[in-house]
C-alpha cells in the first residue's frame, strides 16, 4: 500500500490527474475511517474526506518523495477536521423542525447516530478510536493500520484488543459511565 501510495503522489506531482484516481482508490478507506474517527459523523467525514483530497491535488508540490504519503494526507485530513469542528463550535445551531412546524411544514430528518462510533468517540483515546475505526470500518488488516499509523504491528493488535475490552465491559455494565 506505501509503495501504491508514493506511486499515486508522484504521479500526480508530475501532472498526471490519473495519480488522483489512483491515489483515492488506494487510500480513500483509510482517510475515511481517520476522519470518522476525529469527526464521529458519517455525512461531515465523507464531506472532510473529499475536500482532503482537494487539498491534497492543490498542495500536491509541498509532499516530498519517500516520506510517508498516507501519513501526509492523514494530517491534511485532520486539519481540516479540526478546522469544521472548531468552524461548527462557533456557527449557532438553528432548529430546522421548529423553523418548519412554525412555517406548517414537517419534515423527516433521518438518524445518522451510530450507537457503536458514539460510545467509542464516549470511552476510548483517539489512538484507540483510530485503531478500531480503521479495522471495523475501513477494513484494514492490523498489519496495514500498523503501517498506517507507523505502529509496531504488537501495539496495534494490543490497542485494539484494548479497546474492544473496554466497549465490552461498558456494555456488560449496562452502557453506565464511570464518570
Known amino acids: 500500500m506505501k509503495s501504491r501510495t508514493e506511486a499515486a503522489l508522484v504521479k500526480l506531482q508530475q501532472g498526471d490527474q490519473d495519480g488522483l484516481t489512483a491515489l483515492y482508490e488506494v487510500t480513500s478507506r483509510a482517510v475515511f ?8 459523523d458519517y455525512q461531515l467525514a465523507e464531506d472532510i474526506m473529499q475536500e482532503t483530497y482537494i487539498r491534497v491535488y492543490q498542495s500536491i508540490d509541498s509532499y516530498r518523495k519517500g516520506t510517508n504519503g498516507l501519513n501526509w494526507i ?3 485530513a485532520k486539519n481540516i477536521a479540526l478546522t ?3 468552524r461548527r463550535q462557533r456557527e449557532e445551531r438553528i432548529d430546522f423542525d421548529a423553523q418548519h412546524e412554525r412555517a406548517g411544514a414537517s419534515v423527516e430528518v433521518p438518524n445518522f447516530e451510530n450507537p457503536t462510533i458514539d460510545l467509542a468517540k464516549k470511552i476510548l483515546p483517539e489512538d484507540e478510536q483510530q485503531i478500531l475505526f480503521l479495522y471495523a470500518i475501513g477494513e484494514y488488516k492490523h498489519r496495514e493500520i500498523a503501517e498506517l499509523l507507523g505502529l509496531p504491528l504488537g501495539t496495534v493488535t494490543w490497542k485494539y484488543q484494548i479497546a474492544i ?10 452502557g453506565q ?3
Open 33 to 40: 475511517a481517520f476522519t470518522l474517527s476525529v469527526i464521529a
Open 84 to 86: 469544521m469542528l472548531e
Open 165 to 174: 475490552k473496554k466497549m465490552r465491559e461498558h456494555l456488560k455494565k449496562g
Open 74 to 76: 492523514l494530517t491534511i
Open 177 to 179: 459511565s464511570d464518570e
